[in-house]
Protein backbone atom coordinates (compact mmCIF):
# COMPACT_ATOMS: atom_id res chain seq x y z
CA UNK A 1 0.00 0.00 0.00
CA UNK A 2 1.36 3.52 -0.95
CA UNK A 3 2.11 4.60 2.58
CA UNK A 4 1.97 8.66 1.07
CA UNK A 5 -1.68 8.18 1.63
CA UNK A 6 -3.49 10.30 4.22
CA UNK A 7 -7.03 11.74 5.45
CA UNK A 8 -5.73 14.83 4.32
CA UNK A 9 -4.71 13.46 0.52
CA UNK A 10 -8.17 11.22 0.26
CA UNK A 11 -10.08 14.48 1.00
CA UNK A 12 -8.59 16.50 -2.07
CA UNK A 13 -8.53 13.27 -4.42
CA UNK A 14 -12.34 13.37 -3.63
CA UNK A 15 -12.05 16.82 -5.20
CA UNK A 16 -9.79 16.06 -7.91
CA UNK A 17 -11.32 13.72 -9.19
CA UNK A 18 -14.30 15.54 -9.60
CA UNK A 19 -16.67 14.89 -7.09
CA UNK A 20 -17.77 18.48 -6.47
CA UNK A 21 -18.89 17.63 -10.21
CA UNK A 22 -21.52 15.30 -9.18
CA UNK A 23 -23.22 17.83 -7.47
CA UNK A 24 -26.26 17.69 -9.75
CA UNK A 25 -27.27 18.42 -13.38
CA UNK A 26 -25.03 19.39 -15.24
CA UNK A 27 -27.34 21.40 -17.97
CA UNK A 28 -27.80 23.69 -14.38
CA UNK A 29 -24.22 24.25 -13.72
CA UNK A 30 -23.93 25.26 -17.10
CA UNK A 31 -27.14 27.65 -16.95
CA UNK A 32 -25.45 28.86 -12.93
CA UNK A 33 -22.11 28.98 -14.78
CA UNK A 34 -23.84 31.69 -17.89
CA UNK A 35 -25.72 33.49 -15.30
CA UNK A 36 -22.64 34.47 -13.14
CA UNK A 37 -20.66 35.18 -16.10
CA UNK A 38 -23.08 37.51 -17.45
CA UNK A 39 -22.88 39.23 -13.67
CA UNK A 40 -19.50 39.19 -13.24
CA UNK A 41 -19.22 40.53 -17.06
CA UNK A 42 -22.08 43.84 -16.22
CA UNK A 43 -19.66 44.37 -12.89
CA UNK A 44 -16.55 44.70 -15.10
CA UNK A 45 -18.12 46.96 -17.33
CA UNK A 46 -19.38 49.12 -14.78
CA UNK A 47 -15.78 49.42 -13.10
CA UNK A 48 -14.51 50.04 -16.21
CA UNK A 49 -16.70 52.78 -16.95
CA UNK A 50 -16.08 54.27 -13.23
CA UNK A 51 -11.94 54.02 -13.99
CA UNK A 52 -12.83 55.98 -17.36
CA UNK A 53 -15.28 58.72 -16.21
CA UNK A 54 -12.90 59.17 -13.22
CA UNK A 55 -9.76 59.61 -15.51
CA UNK A 56 -11.69 62.14 -17.36
CA UNK A 57 -12.30 64.04 -13.91
CA UNK A 58 -15.88 63.21 -13.38
CA UNK A 59 -17.39 63.85 -10.06
CA UNK A 60 -17.89 59.29 -9.06
CA UNK A 61 -19.34 59.01 -5.74
CA UNK A 62 -16.89 55.99 -5.18
CA UNK A 63 -18.08 55.25 -1.99
CA UNK A 64 -21.86 54.85 -2.72
CA UNK A 65 -20.61 52.54 -5.93
CA UNK A 66 -18.00 50.20 -3.63
CA UNK A 67 -20.83 50.01 -1.43
CA UNK A 68 -22.94 48.58 -3.48
CA UNK A 69 -21.00 46.41 -4.89
CA UNK A 70 -20.24 45.17 -1.29
CA UNK A 71 -23.75 44.84 -0.75
CA UNK A 72 -24.48 42.99 -4.47
CA UNK A 73 -21.36 40.42 -3.51
CA UNK A 74 -22.49 39.60 -0.30
CA UNK A 75 -26.21 38.84 -1.79
CA UNK A 76 -24.58 36.62 -3.78
CA UNK A 77 -22.58 35.22 -1.93
CA UNK A 78 -24.63 34.31 1.29
CA UNK A 79 -27.33 32.91 -1.27
CA UNK A 80 -24.76 31.13 -3.69
CA UNK A 81 -22.31 29.99 -1.24
CA UNK A 82 -24.57 28.33 1.41
CA UNK A 83 -26.74 26.87 -1.53
CA UNK A 84 -23.19 25.12 -2.64
CA UNK A 85 -21.77 24.08 0.39
CA UNK A 86 -24.92 22.05 0.98
CA UNK A 87 -24.24 20.70 -2.64
CA UNK A 88 -21.06 19.80 -1.86
CA UNK A 89 -22.01 18.45 1.32
CA UNK A 90 -24.53 15.77 -0.38
CA UNK A 91 -21.84 15.18 -3.01
CA UNK A 92 -20.65 12.46 -0.70
CA UNK A 93 -23.49 9.21 -0.61
CA UNK A 94 -25.53 9.53 2.08
CA UNK A 95 -25.90 7.46 4.01
CA UNK A 96 -22.43 5.37 3.40
CA UNK A 97 -19.37 4.35 5.74
CA UNK A 98 -18.12 7.98 6.41
CA UNK A 99 -21.32 8.84 8.22
CA UNK A 100 -21.41 5.93 9.93
CA UNK A 101 -17.86 5.91 11.46
CA UNK A 102 -17.45 7.69 14.48
CA UNK A 103 -15.22 10.47 13.07
CA UNK A 104 -17.05 10.17 9.93
CA UNK A 105 -18.67 13.97 10.38
CA UNK A 106 -14.99 15.55 11.02
CA UNK A 107 -14.37 14.18 7.56
CA UNK A 108 -17.55 15.67 5.75
CA UNK A 109 -16.56 18.56 7.11
CA UNK A 110 -13.01 18.58 6.07
CA UNK A 111 -14.19 17.59 2.46
CA UNK A 112 -16.63 20.70 2.11
CA UNK A 113 -13.55 22.91 3.40
CA UNK A 114 -11.51 21.62 1.19
CA UNK A 115 -13.67 22.14 -1.66
CA UNK A 116 -15.12 25.41 -0.58
CA UNK A 117 -11.80 26.83 -0.43
CA UNK A 118 -10.37 25.85 -3.54
CA UNK A 119 -13.47 26.97 -5.51
CA UNK A 120 -13.17 29.59 -8.12
CA UNK A 121 -15.83 31.35 -7.53
CA UNK A 122 -15.32 31.07 -3.65
CA UNK A 123 -11.82 32.59 -4.46
CA UNK A 124 -13.00 35.04 -6.77
CA UNK A 125 -15.43 36.29 -4.23
CA UNK A 126 -12.24 37.13 -2.21
CA UNK A 127 -10.27 38.52 -4.86
CA UNK A 128 -13.23 41.09 -6.54
CA UNK A 129 -14.10 42.31 -2.89
CA UNK A 130 -10.47 43.26 -2.57
CA UNK A 131 -10.29 44.82 -6.11
CA UNK A 132 -12.98 46.76 -5.72
CA UNK A 133 -11.60 47.96 -2.09
CA UNK A 134 -8.26 49.03 -3.99
CA UNK A 135 -9.83 50.48 -7.29
CA UNK A 136 -12.61 52.54 -5.20
CA UNK A 137 -10.56 53.66 -2.38
CA UNK A 138 -7.94 55.13 -5.23
CA UNK A 139 -10.99 56.85 -6.74
CA UNK A 140 -11.98 58.46 -3.94
CA UNK A 141 -8.74 59.33 -2.30
CA UNK A 142 -9.51 57.92 1.20
CA UNK A 143 -9.42 54.16 2.28
CA UNK A 144 -11.33 53.76 5.83
CA UNK A 145 -14.51 54.04 4.69
CA UNK A 146 -14.43 52.13 1.85
CA UNK A 147 -12.30 49.22 4.03
CA UNK A 148 -14.88 48.64 6.73
CA UNK A 149 -17.50 48.52 4.52
CA UNK A 150 -15.69 45.47 3.15
CA UNK A 151 -15.02 44.21 6.20
CA UNK A 152 -18.69 45.10 7.26
CA UNK A 153 -20.50 42.97 4.20
CA UNK A 154 -17.39 40.05 4.55
CA UNK A 155 -18.67 39.13 8.05
CA UNK A 156 -22.30 39.83 6.90
CA UNK A 157 -21.28 37.16 4.64
CA UNK A 158 -20.33 34.69 6.54
CA UNK A 159 -23.19 34.99 9.30
CA UNK A 160 -25.61 34.56 6.39
CA UNK A 161 -23.69 31.96 5.15
CA UNK A 162 -23.88 29.74 8.05
CA UNK A 163 -27.29 30.49 8.87
CA UNK A 164 -28.86 30.03 5.89
CA UNK A 165 -26.87 26.60 5.41
CA UNK A 166 -27.86 25.48 8.57
CA UNK A 167 -31.21 25.91 7.82
CA UNK A 168 -31.49 24.76 4.20
CA UNK A 169 -29.63 21.72 5.66
CA UNK A 170 -32.53 20.76 7.61
CA UNK A 171 -35.21 21.85 4.30
CA UNK A 172 -33.61 20.71 1.45
CA UNK A 173 -32.30 17.47 0.34
CA UNK A 174 -32.32 17.14 -3.44
CA UNK A 175 -29.48 18.27 -5.33
CA UNK A 176 -31.88 19.65 -8.30
CA UNK A 177 -34.03 21.82 -6.23
CA UNK A 178 -30.75 23.02 -4.98
CA UNK A 179 -29.78 24.08 -8.30
CA UNK A 180 -33.34 25.51 -9.45
CA UNK A 181 -33.08 27.96 -6.35
CA UNK A 182 -29.48 28.88 -7.33
CA UNK A 183 -30.56 29.65 -10.88
CA UNK A 184 -33.88 31.94 -9.88
CA UNK A 185 -31.70 33.82 -7.38
CA UNK A 186 -29.11 34.30 -9.91
CA UNK A 187 -31.91 35.13 -12.28
CA UNK A 188 -33.28 37.83 -9.75
CA UNK A 189 -29.84 39.32 -9.78
CA UNK A 190 -29.36 39.65 -13.36
CA UNK A 191 -32.55 41.53 -13.37
CA UNK A 192 -31.45 43.85 -11.06
CA UNK A 193 -29.46 45.24 -13.84
CA UNK A 194 -26.64 46.83 -11.86
CA UNK A 195 -25.82 50.42 -14.26
CA UNK A 196 -23.66 53.34 -13.73
CA UNK A 197 -25.53 56.69 -13.80
CA UNK A 198 -25.16 60.30 -13.02
CA UNK A 199 -27.92 61.25 -10.04
CA UNK A 200 -27.51 65.18 -9.47
CA UNK A 201 -24.24 65.54 -11.00
CA UNK A 202 -22.52 62.71 -9.31
CA UNK A 203 -21.62 59.17 -10.76
CA UNK A 204 -23.20 56.35 -8.81
CA UNK A 205 -24.09 52.76 -9.53
CA UNK A 206 -28.34 52.19 -9.60
CA UNK A 207 -30.28 49.03 -9.24
CA UNK A 208 -32.81 48.33 -11.67
CA UNK A 209 -33.09 51.66 -12.48
CA UNK A 210 -33.23 52.86 -8.87
CA UNK A 211 -30.67 54.99 -6.90
CA UNK A 212 -30.03 53.58 -3.35
CA UNK A 213 -28.09 55.64 -0.76
CA UNK A 214 -25.63 54.07 0.95
CA UNK A 215 -24.14 57.00 3.05
CA UNK A 216 -24.70 55.19 6.68
CA UNK A 217 -23.52 51.88 7.93
CA UNK A 218 -26.93 50.86 8.99
CA UNK A 219 -28.15 51.01 5.21
CA UNK A 220 -25.57 48.56 4.11
CA UNK A 221 -26.67 46.26 7.14
CA UNK A 222 -30.10 46.69 6.36
CA UNK A 223 -29.69 45.24 2.67
CA UNK A 224 -27.47 42.11 3.43
CA UNK A 225 -29.81 41.77 6.49
CA UNK A 226 -32.76 42.02 4.22
CA UNK A 227 -31.14 39.62 1.54
CA UNK A 228 -30.24 37.00 4.46
CA UNK A 229 -34.13 37.39 5.62
CA UNK A 230 -35.68 37.02 2.18
CA UNK A 231 -33.43 34.23 1.70
CA UNK A 232 -34.73 32.28 4.78
CA UNK A 233 -38.07 33.08 3.86
CA UNK A 234 -37.95 31.65 0.16
CA UNK A 235 -36.65 28.53 2.20
CA UNK A 236 -39.45 28.22 4.16
CA UNK A 237 -42.00 28.84 1.47
CA UNK A 238 -40.55 25.66 -0.83
CA UNK A 239 -40.67 23.59 2.50
CA UNK A 240 -44.54 24.61 2.44
CA UNK A 241 -44.85 24.20 -0.70
CA UNK A 242 -43.45 21.01 -1.07
CA UNK A 243 -45.67 19.84 2.18
CA UNK A 244 -48.34 21.12 -0.12
CA UNK A 245 -47.45 19.73 -3.33
CA UNK A 246 -46.61 16.22 -1.87
CA UNK A 247 -50.60 16.34 0.22
CA UNK A 248 -51.85 17.24 -3.85
CA UNK A 249 -49.56 14.21 -5.44
CA UNK A 250 -51.22 11.35 -2.89
CA UNK A 251 -54.72 12.99 -3.72
CA UNK A 252 -54.90 13.75 -7.72
CA UNK A 253 -54.88 10.65 -9.83
CA UNK A 254 -51.90 11.41 -12.52
CA UNK A 255 -50.64 9.05 -15.05
CA UNK A 256 -47.26 7.65 -14.90
CA UNK A 257 -46.19 10.22 -16.94
CA UNK A 258 -47.71 13.07 -15.30
CA UNK A 259 -46.49 11.91 -12.61
CA UNK A 260 -43.20 11.50 -13.39
CA UNK A 261 -43.10 15.21 -15.08
CA UNK A 262 -44.44 16.58 -11.84
CA UNK A 263 -41.36 14.60 -10.18
CA UNK A 264 -38.70 15.99 -12.49
CA UNK A 265 -40.52 19.59 -12.35
CA UNK A 266 -41.71 19.83 -9.03
CA UNK A 267 -44.62 22.97 -8.89
CA UNK A 268 -42.82 24.79 -6.10
CA UNK A 269 -39.67 25.89 -8.71
CA UNK A 270 -42.78 27.86 -10.59
CA UNK A 271 -44.13 29.62 -7.67
CA UNK A 272 -40.62 30.02 -7.06
CA UNK A 273 -40.50 32.13 -10.71
CA UNK A 274 -43.49 33.57 -10.55
CA UNK A 275 -42.52 35.01 -6.69
CA UNK A 276 -39.40 36.38 -8.17
CA UNK A 277 -40.83 37.73 -11.49
CA UNK A 278 -44.17 39.18 -10.33
CA UNK A 279 -42.51 41.69 -8.03
CA UNK A 280 -40.47 42.94 -11.32
CA UNK A 281 -43.72 43.27 -13.24
CA UNK A 282 -45.66 44.73 -10.38
CA UNK A 283 -42.85 47.38 -9.33
CA UNK A 284 -42.92 50.51 -11.13
CA UNK A 285 -39.31 52.07 -10.26
CA UNK A 286 -38.20 48.94 -12.87
CA UNK A 287 -37.25 50.03 -16.40
CA UNK A 288 -39.75 48.54 -19.25
CA UNK A 289 -36.51 47.12 -20.95
CA UNK A 290 -36.05 45.06 -17.50
CA UNK A 291 -39.76 44.06 -17.56
CA UNK A 292 -39.19 42.71 -21.11
CA UNK A 293 -36.15 41.23 -20.42
CA UNK A 294 -37.55 39.66 -17.40
CA UNK A 295 -40.73 37.85 -19.50
CA UNK A 296 -37.63 36.44 -22.14
CA UNK A 297 -35.60 34.71 -19.00
CA UNK A 298 -38.74 33.24 -17.78
CA UNK A 299 -40.13 31.97 -20.89
CA UNK A 300 -36.62 30.40 -21.51
CA UNK A 301 -36.92 28.57 -18.54
CA UNK A 302 -40.21 27.31 -19.76
CA UNK A 303 -39.22 26.09 -22.82
CA UNK A 304 -35.52 25.02 -21.20
CA UNK A 305 -37.24 22.91 -18.07
CA UNK A 306 -39.79 21.02 -20.96
CA UNK A 307 -36.71 19.90 -23.13
CA UNK A 308 -35.01 18.97 -19.67
CA UNK A 309 -38.08 17.20 -18.66
CA UNK A 310 -37.99 15.49 -22.46
CA UNK A 311 -34.28 14.39 -22.49
CA UNK A 312 -34.49 13.06 -18.83
CA UNK A 313 -37.26 10.84 -19.73
CA UNK A 314 -35.42 9.57 -23.13
CA UNK A 315 -32.50 8.95 -21.59
CA UNK A 316 -34.14 6.77 -18.88
CA UNK A 317 -35.79 5.02 -21.09
CA UNK A 318 -33.21 4.84 -23.42
CA UNK A 319 -30.96 3.31 -20.52
CA UNK A 320 -33.25 1.20 -18.84
CA UNK A 321 -35.65 -0.11 -21.10
CA UNK A 322 -34.21 0.53 -25.04
CA UNK A 323 -37.02 2.20 -26.34
CA UNK A 324 -37.67 6.15 -27.09
CA UNK A 325 -40.59 8.56 -26.42
CA UNK A 326 -40.38 9.62 -30.39
CA UNK A 327 -41.18 5.66 -31.85
CA UNK A 328 -44.29 3.15 -31.84
CA UNK A 329 -46.44 6.57 -31.09
CA UNK A 330 -44.73 6.60 -27.27
CA UNK A 331 -44.74 10.60 -27.74
CA UNK A 332 -48.69 10.62 -26.94
CA UNK A 333 -47.92 9.86 -23.48
CA UNK A 334 -46.78 13.43 -22.63
CA UNK A 335 -49.39 14.48 -24.27
CA UNK A 336 -51.29 15.70 -20.82
CA UNK A 337 -48.07 17.39 -19.69
CA UNK A 338 -48.06 19.51 -22.82
CA UNK A 339 -50.53 21.83 -22.18
CA UNK A 340 -49.91 21.86 -17.99
CA UNK A 341 -46.53 23.05 -18.94
CA UNK A 342 -48.46 25.55 -21.40
CA UNK A 343 -50.26 27.27 -18.84
CA UNK A 344 -47.41 27.23 -16.14
CA UNK A 345 -45.47 29.10 -18.65
CA UNK A 346 -48.64 31.77 -19.81
CA UNK A 347 -48.35 32.53 -16.32
CA UNK A 348 -45.39 35.11 -16.71
CA UNK A 349 -46.66 36.49 -19.60
CA UNK A 350 -50.15 37.09 -18.73
CA UNK A 351 -48.44 38.63 -15.97
CA UNK A 352 -46.47 40.76 -18.07
CA UNK A 353 -49.43 41.80 -19.74
CA UNK A 354 -51.59 42.89 -16.96
CA UNK A 355 -49.04 45.02 -15.29
CA UNK A 356 -46.97 46.48 -17.34
CA UNK B 1 -26.43 -7.82 26.22
CA UNK B 2 -28.51 -6.14 23.29
CA UNK B 3 -32.12 -5.14 24.53
CA UNK B 4 -34.55 -3.54 21.98
CA UNK B 5 -37.74 -2.61 24.63
CA UNK B 6 -41.10 -1.70 23.28
CA UNK B 7 -39.80 0.04 19.69
CA UNK B 8 -42.39 1.63 18.20
CA UNK B 9 -41.35 3.32 14.37
CA UNK B 10 -43.73 5.29 12.50
CA UNK B 11 -43.68 6.87 8.55
CA UNK B 12 -46.23 8.43 6.96
CA UNK B 13 -48.36 7.92 9.97
CA UNK B 14 -47.95 4.65 8.83
CA UNK B 15 -46.46 1.96 11.58
CA UNK B 16 -43.41 0.35 10.21
CA UNK B 17 -41.61 -1.44 13.48
CA UNK B 18 -43.05 -2.92 16.16
CA UNK B 19 -40.61 -4.42 18.81
CA UNK B 20 -42.31 -5.22 22.06
CA UNK B 21 -39.06 -7.21 23.60
CA UNK B 22 -36.14 -8.29 21.57
CA UNK B 23 -32.94 -9.59 22.70
CA UNK B 24 -29.10 -10.30 21.85
CA UNK B 25 -26.29 -11.55 23.92
CA UNK B 26 -22.71 -11.53 23.94
CA UNK B 27 -21.38 -14.14 20.93
CA UNK B 28 -24.24 -13.99 19.49
CA UNK B 29 -25.24 -14.04 16.08
CA UNK B 30 -28.56 -13.12 14.96
CA UNK B 31 -30.73 -13.95 11.94
CA UNK B 32 -33.27 -10.72 11.13
CA UNK B 33 -35.41 -12.89 8.22
CA UNK B 34 -38.76 -11.44 6.64
CA UNK B 35 -40.21 -11.31 3.51
CA UNK B 36 -39.01 -7.97 1.19
CA UNK B 37 -40.76 -5.46 3.01
CA UNK B 38 -41.30 -6.61 6.30
CA UNK B 39 -38.62 -3.73 7.80
CA UNK B 40 -35.37 -5.47 8.25
CA UNK B 41 -33.03 -2.70 7.23
CA UNK B 42 -35.54 -0.08 8.74
CA UNK B 43 -35.04 -1.62 11.87
CA UNK B 44 -31.15 -1.66 11.45
CA UNK B 45 -31.21 1.34 10.23
CA UNK B 46 -32.66 2.80 13.59
CA UNK B 47 -29.82 0.53 16.14
CA UNK B 48 -27.72 1.85 13.61
CA UNK B 49 -29.15 5.49 14.65
CA UNK B 50 -29.94 6.72 10.97
CA UNK B 51 -33.82 7.06 11.64
CA UNK B 52 -35.41 8.13 15.03
CA UNK B 53 -37.88 6.10 16.39
CA UNK B 54 -41.66 7.17 17.60
CA UNK B 55 -40.87 5.25 21.39
CA UNK B 56 -39.23 2.87 22.66
CA UNK B 57 -35.56 2.42 24.05
CA UNK B 58 -32.10 0.45 23.15
CA UNK B 59 -30.39 -0.60 26.25
CA UNK B 60 -27.00 -1.91 26.09
CA UNK B 61 -24.83 -4.11 29.01
CA UNK B 62 -28.15 -2.49 30.89
CA UNK B 63 -27.30 1.11 29.84
CA UNK B 64 -29.73 3.02 27.81
CA UNK B 65 -28.42 4.28 24.54
CA UNK B 66 -28.89 6.81 22.09
CA UNK B 67 -28.31 5.50 18.70
CA UNK B 68 -26.69 8.73 16.89
CA UNK B 69 -24.92 9.29 19.43
CA UNK B 70 -20.99 9.30 18.59
CA UNK B 71 -20.33 6.67 21.88
CA UNK B 72 -23.09 4.23 19.86
CA UNK B 73 -21.58 4.89 16.55
CA UNK B 74 -18.14 3.59 17.97
CA UNK B 75 -19.62 0.77 19.21
CA UNK B 76 -21.80 -0.39 16.43
CA UNK B 77 -20.58 -1.09 12.68
CA UNK B 78 -23.18 -1.04 10.03
CA UNK B 79 -22.98 -2.77 6.35
CA UNK B 80 -25.29 -0.42 4.47
CA UNK B 81 -27.42 -3.05 1.77
CA UNK B 82 -25.11 -1.21 -1.13
CA UNK B 83 -21.80 -1.20 0.67
CA UNK B 84 -21.99 2.46 1.57
CA UNK B 85 -19.26 3.27 -0.39
CA UNK B 86 -17.77 6.25 -2.32
CA UNK B 87 -17.62 6.44 -5.94
CA UNK B 88 -14.66 7.92 -6.87
CA UNK B 89 -12.47 6.56 -3.97
CA UNK B 90 -10.44 3.50 -4.55
CA UNK B 91 -10.99 0.34 -2.17
CA UNK B 92 -7.85 0.47 -1.05
CA UNK B 93 -8.65 4.49 -0.02
CA UNK B 94 -12.39 3.51 1.37
CA UNK B 95 -10.83 0.63 3.31
CA UNK B 96 -8.02 2.90 4.90
CA UNK B 97 -10.26 5.88 4.98
CA UNK B 98 -12.76 3.72 7.10
CA UNK B 99 -9.94 2.57 9.53
CA UNK B 100 -8.69 5.81 10.48
CA UNK B 101 -12.51 7.35 10.76
CA UNK B 102 -12.56 4.59 13.39
CA UNK B 103 -10.36 5.47 14.59
CA UNK B 104 -7.02 3.59 14.33
CA UNK B 105 -3.71 4.92 13.86
CA UNK B 106 -2.03 5.77 10.20
CA UNK B 107 0.49 2.55 10.68
CA UNK B 108 -2.20 0.37 11.98
CA UNK B 109 -4.95 1.92 9.48
CA UNK B 110 -2.34 0.86 6.70
CA UNK B 111 -1.61 -2.93 8.49
CA UNK B 112 -5.56 -3.40 8.63
CA UNK B 113 -5.87 -2.18 4.97
CA UNK B 114 -3.50 -4.83 3.78
CA UNK B 115 -5.21 -7.39 5.45
CA UNK B 116 -8.69 -7.31 4.93
CA UNK B 117 -7.72 -6.71 1.39
CA UNK B 118 -6.34 -10.18 1.77
CA UNK B 119 -8.78 -11.73 3.68
CA UNK B 120 -11.99 -10.79 1.32
CA UNK B 121 -9.78 -11.13 -1.61
CA UNK B 122 -10.11 -8.00 -3.16
CA UNK B 123 -6.05 -7.59 -3.94
CA UNK B 124 -6.51 -7.43 -7.78
CA UNK B 125 -9.17 -4.70 -7.63
CA UNK B 126 -7.35 -2.49 -5.05
CA UNK B 127 -7.10 0.59 -7.16
CA UNK B 128 -10.14 0.07 -9.31
CA UNK B 129 -12.54 2.70 -7.57
CA UNK B 130 -15.99 2.28 -6.41
CA UNK B 131 -18.19 3.43 -9.33
CA UNK B 132 -16.09 0.57 -11.44
CA UNK B 133 -17.04 -2.51 -8.97
CA UNK B 134 -19.70 -4.69 -9.84
CA UNK B 135 -22.12 -5.38 -7.47
CA UNK B 136 -20.49 -8.52 -5.98
CA UNK B 137 -16.95 -6.42 -5.23
CA UNK B 138 -19.14 -3.39 -3.83
CA UNK B 139 -20.51 -6.03 -1.24
CA UNK B 140 -16.68 -7.67 -0.65
CA UNK B 141 -15.72 -4.32 -0.03
CA UNK B 142 -18.82 -3.72 2.24
CA UNK B 143 -18.37 -6.64 4.25
CA UNK B 144 -14.31 -5.02 4.36
CA UNK B 145 -15.67 -1.70 5.32
CA UNK B 146 -17.45 -3.31 7.97
CA UNK B 147 -15.09 -5.23 9.60
CA UNK B 148 -11.91 -3.14 9.72
CA UNK B 149 -13.98 -1.41 12.73
CA UNK B 150 -13.34 -3.26 16.29
CA UNK B 151 -17.42 -2.47 16.79
CA UNK B 152 -18.80 -4.41 19.92
CA UNK B 153 -22.54 -4.83 17.55
CA UNK B 154 -21.98 -5.44 13.74
CA UNK B 155 -25.05 -5.12 11.74
CA UNK B 156 -25.33 -6.54 8.04
CA UNK B 157 -27.62 -5.74 5.98
CA UNK B 158 -28.73 -8.43 3.34
CA UNK B 159 -24.51 -9.45 3.06
CA UNK B 160 -25.06 -12.56 1.03
CA UNK B 161 -26.82 -10.77 -2.01
CA UNK B 162 -24.51 -10.84 -5.37
CA UNK B 163 -22.00 -13.20 -3.06
CA UNK B 164 -20.25 -15.91 -4.81
CA UNK B 165 -19.50 -19.39 -3.44
CA UNK B 166 -16.55 -18.95 -2.05
CA UNK B 167 -16.79 -14.97 -0.54
CA UNK B 168 -20.06 -16.66 1.04
CA UNK B 169 -17.79 -19.14 2.99
CA UNK B 170 -15.27 -16.37 3.77
CA UNK B 171 -18.35 -14.11 5.16
CA UNK B 172 -18.99 -17.01 7.21
CA UNK B 173 -15.47 -17.80 8.68
CA UNK B 174 -16.01 -13.70 9.70
CA UNK B 175 -19.37 -14.38 11.17
CA UNK B 176 -17.82 -17.48 13.47
CA UNK B 177 -14.71 -15.52 14.16
CA UNK B 178 -17.12 -12.18 15.54
CA UNK B 179 -18.96 -14.90 17.58
CA UNK B 180 -16.25 -16.38 19.01
CA UNK B 181 -14.76 -12.99 20.27
CA UNK B 182 -17.93 -12.56 21.72
CA UNK B 183 -19.38 -9.63 19.45
CA UNK B 184 -23.01 -8.94 19.01
CA UNK B 185 -23.74 -9.78 15.00
CA UNK B 186 -27.13 -8.73 13.14
CA UNK B 187 -27.76 -10.27 9.80
CA UNK B 188 -30.47 -9.37 7.62
CA UNK B 189 -31.61 -10.76 5.16
CA UNK B 190 -34.78 -12.71 3.49
CA UNK B 191 -32.93 -16.01 2.66
CA UNK B 192 -29.88 -17.54 4.49
CA UNK B 193 -27.51 -19.94 2.77
CA UNK B 194 -27.61 -23.50 3.94
CA UNK B 195 -23.82 -23.71 4.69
CA UNK B 196 -24.19 -21.18 7.93
CA UNK B 197 -25.34 -23.40 10.59
CA UNK B 198 -23.82 -20.57 12.85
CA UNK B 199 -27.23 -18.18 13.77
CA UNK B 200 -27.97 -18.94 17.33
CA UNK B 201 -31.27 -16.32 17.73
CA UNK B 202 -33.29 -15.26 14.91
CA UNK B 203 -35.49 -12.11 14.90
CA UNK B 204 -38.37 -12.65 12.90
CA UNK B 205 -40.04 -9.81 11.23
CA UNK B 206 -44.06 -10.11 9.71
CA UNK B 207 -45.43 -6.86 8.80
CA UNK B 208 -43.24 -4.95 11.01
CA UNK B 209 -43.47 -6.85 14.23
CA UNK B 210 -40.16 -8.07 15.60
CA UNK B 211 -40.26 -11.28 17.75
CA UNK B 212 -37.47 -12.93 19.29
CA UNK B 213 -37.00 -16.72 18.88
CA UNK B 214 -33.91 -18.27 20.42
CA UNK B 215 -35.36 -22.59 21.20
CA UNK B 216 -33.08 -24.98 18.91
CA UNK B 217 -36.26 -26.13 17.54
CA UNK B 218 -37.69 -22.43 16.64
CA UNK B 219 -34.51 -21.86 14.73
CA UNK B 220 -34.45 -25.36 13.23
CA UNK B 221 -38.10 -24.29 11.52
CA UNK B 222 -37.21 -20.91 10.53
CA UNK B 223 -33.65 -21.22 9.28
CA UNK B 224 -34.11 -24.77 8.07
CA UNK B 225 -30.34 -25.59 8.86
CA UNK B 226 -28.86 -27.34 11.96
CA UNK B 227 -27.96 -25.97 15.32
CA UNK B 228 -23.99 -25.71 16.14
CA UNK B 229 -22.90 -25.39 19.17
CA UNK B 230 -19.57 -22.97 19.20
CA UNK B 231 -17.25 -25.60 19.69
CA UNK B 232 -18.24 -27.20 16.25
CA UNK B 233 -17.67 -24.03 14.27
CA UNK B 234 -14.54 -23.08 15.94
CA UNK B 235 -12.04 -24.83 13.38
CA UNK B 236 -13.73 -22.40 10.93
CA UNK B 237 -12.44 -19.30 12.73
CA UNK B 238 -9.80 -16.99 10.58
CA UNK B 239 -7.28 -14.22 11.81
CA UNK B 240 -8.52 -10.61 11.89
CA UNK B 241 -5.72 -9.48 14.54
CA UNK B 242 -7.71 -6.36 16.00
CA UNK B 243 -11.00 -7.94 16.57
CA UNK B 244 -9.98 -9.20 20.40
CA UNK B 245 -11.73 -11.89 22.15
CA UNK B 246 -14.26 -9.43 24.55
CA UNK B 247 -13.51 -9.60 28.30
Redesign the interface.
Same mark, same amino acid.
Given at each position: ???T???NS?SR? #?YK???HR !?LGNPSFGSLTAFLTALLLIRITANVYLSIDLWRREADIDAVQIASAHFVFFAVWAVWIGALASLRISLA #??Q????? !?????RA?RLRFIRNIVLLRPTNIGFGAVVVLTVIIFSTISGSWNRIVARALLSLLCTFSGVILITAVASKILKIRSDIQILEILYLLFLVVQNPDVASVKGRVCILFGGAYYSFSAFGQMVLGIGLAVVVALFVLLLVKMLSVVSNLFRRQVRFSPMERWYWRILHFRSWLLLYAIVGPVFISSGIAPATKRWTLALSIIFGIASYLYFIAQCESALNEKWRCSLFENGNIRLIARSVPTHIVLMAVPVMGYVLFC | MLKLRNIELSRGGRSVISASSANANRGDVVALLGPNGAGKTTLLHYI?G?LKNDSGDIYYNGCKVDPSS?DW??RA??V?DD???????TV???I???S????AS?PES?ER??HVIELLELSRY?DY?GDELSTGLRKRL?IA?GIV?DADLFLFDEPYGSLDAPSTVVFGRILVTLKHRGRIVLVASHSFPSCDNLYNRAWKLSAGVVVDHSREDELRRLLDFGFQSGEANRSREIDIPWIRPST
Open positions: MDTINVLQ #LRGT !L #LPPSFID !LAPHGF | AILRRAYLGGIIPLLEEQYLQVLVGHITNRRGLH
